[in-house]
């Protein structure tokens, strides 16, 4: 049985476009950039579930609130596991795309 394209393709456009658009303000607004960073995001999606995606970028932002609320997101097991998961793929992407 084949792969079908909604197993690779399950990220919301929005999510796509609000990477893309962070990507650009981080690595300049040119045509290439728009291209290498939709390609990273597109490496990113095929290496990581979407889910897990979301969840690592929660750990991120959460992990700069100060205080208790941070710490947890700081010190957690599974959200360092997450974020290592959304590490290890943009790495790939970067490597990839970039």
Same mark, same amino acid.
């Given at each position: #049985?084949?792969a079908r394209a909604?197993?690779?393709?399950?990220? &919301?456009?929005?999510?796509?476009?609000?990477?893309?658009? /962070?990507?650009?303000?981080?690595? /300049?607004?040119?045509?290439? !950039? @728009?291209?290498?960073?939709?390609?990273? @995001?597109?490496? @990113?999606?095929?290496?990581? &579930?979407?889910?897990?995606?979301?969840?690592?970028?929660?750990?991120?932002? #959460?992990?700069? !609130?100060? /205080?208790?609320? /941070?710490?947890?997101?700081?010190?957690?097991?599974?959200?360092a596991s997450a974020?290592?998961?959304?590490?290890?793929?943009?790495?790939?992407?970067? !490597?990839?795309?970039?």
């Open positions: #049985m084949g909604e197993d690779f393709n399950d990220y &919301p456009t929005a999510a796509r476009s609000e990477y893309v658009y /962070g990507c650009l303000k981080a690595n /300049g607004e040119t045509r290439q !950039v @728009i291209t290498q960073c939709s390609c990273s @995001i597109d490496v @990113i999606a095929s290496l990581l &579930p979407y889910d897990r995606y979301v969840t690592a970028e929660t750990v991120l932002s #959460m992990s700069q !609130v100060r /205080g208790n609320l /941070g710490g947890q997101f700081r010190s957690s097991e599974q959200a974020l290592n998961d959304l590490r290890r793929a943009q790495a790939e992407a970067e !490597v990839r795309c970039f």
